[in-house]
């Protein structure tokens, strides 16, 4: 790993969140607020990066898409818990991360994010490692969506091994699973995590195909389902549902947990949070309805395509 190589993954990784925010912008015709940032001088982080957010559209109540670049003189555990031989090494960590809430209650919410981690143990070679993935959570099943998006998932990472989508579709399933509701998310994708066996060069190519193929996977699916109709039922379903989401990013994700060991920037942390979202106790849908076999029926990990 050397400056240009990391110049080269930085370059892309702008590029990538410019040219989404572009397509979102293009569907809902509202702007994005656009908050560059750097970090103070004698913080615990160094850096910088851009928070790009959409709120208020007639399509997404909320999408937030950030880049950011930082280093840090000592990874947090979140990010050594499997590699214990980098515990306390300088790093250097970048990537984009998004997700898109809709307003309608019809189009699904969709996660993504691609980044590299750099590890500089004292005296040794620095150490790259790639993660990422991106995943669907549905208020509404739909079959051609869901089959759709794990398609796309599964082309992104077919050229790299035909052992990969496999791998990463359970990852994925295994990872965006709240322990505390024994329940999944949403209906998956793929999810990788600490993945350096293809070396830099493939790893890096990877890292693209992934975060090229959000908009190839997502905005079909919005394009379909962001004029159909629907009622308070459905709207109150959402928030309901959109209460699971941030229940698993505050307690189990890594992501969020990295940036808030390591000092990061906290509103751009917490950029995934919908902008409204309800909880109701011990809610009980009748078991004919769509909401009930939202769980009973369509977020079973099963094999897509």
């Known amino acids: 790993m050397d400056l240009h190589q990391a110049q080269t993954v930085r370059d892309y990784l702008i590029q990538l969140q410019a040219n989404i925010t572009r397509a979102l912008h293009d569907v809902d015709g509202t702007d994005f607020v656009v908050d560059p940032w750097r970090k103070p001088e004698g913080e615990m982080l160094q850096g910088d990066g851009i928070t790009q957010i959409l709120e208020g559209g007639p399509v997404f109540e909320r999408a937030g898409c950030g880049f950011s670049h930082v280093s840090g003189p000592k990874l947090p555990p979140s990010a050594t818990q499997h590699r ?10 970048m990537g984009v991360s998004l997700v898109f809430h809709p307003r309608n209650p019809y189009v699904p ?14 005296g040794k070679e620095p150490v790259a490692w790639f993660g990422g993935g991106m995943d669907l959570t549905p208020y509404y099943g739909f079959e051609e969506d869901a089959v759709h998006f794990h398609q796309v998932c599964k082309d992104a990472v077919a050229p790299y091994g035909a052992d990969l989508h496999p791998r990463f579709k ?15 998310r949403g209906v998956g994708g ?10 830099f060069e493939k790893g890096f190519a990877m890292m693209q195909d992934v975060g090229n193929g959000l908009l190839k996977a997502y905005m079909p699916l919005v394009m379909r389902r962001k004029d159909t109709p629907y009622g308070e039922r459905e709207r109150a379903f959402q928030l309901y549902r959109r209460g699971r989401y941030v229940e698993f990013n505050l307690v189990w994700d890594r992501g969020t947990h990295f940036g808030l060991q390591s000092g990061g920037r906290t509103e751009s942390i917490l950029l995934s949070m919908p902008a409204l979202v309800s909880w109701s106790y011990n809610r009980v849908d009748a078991p004919d309805s769509d909401e009930a076999q939202l769980t009973a029926h369509f977020l079973k990990p099963r094999d897509w395509v």
């Open 84 to 93: 214990p031989e980098l515990s306390g090494a300088p790093f250097e960590a």
């Open 170 to 184: 359970k990852w994925c399933d295994d990872y965006f699973f709240l322990k505390h509701r024994n329940e999944a």
């Open 109 to 122: 919410t969709v996660h993504m994010n691609v980044r590299m981690i750099v590890a500089k143990p004292e």
């Open 190 to 199: 793929i999810f990788y995590d600490d993945f350096s066996e293809l070396g």
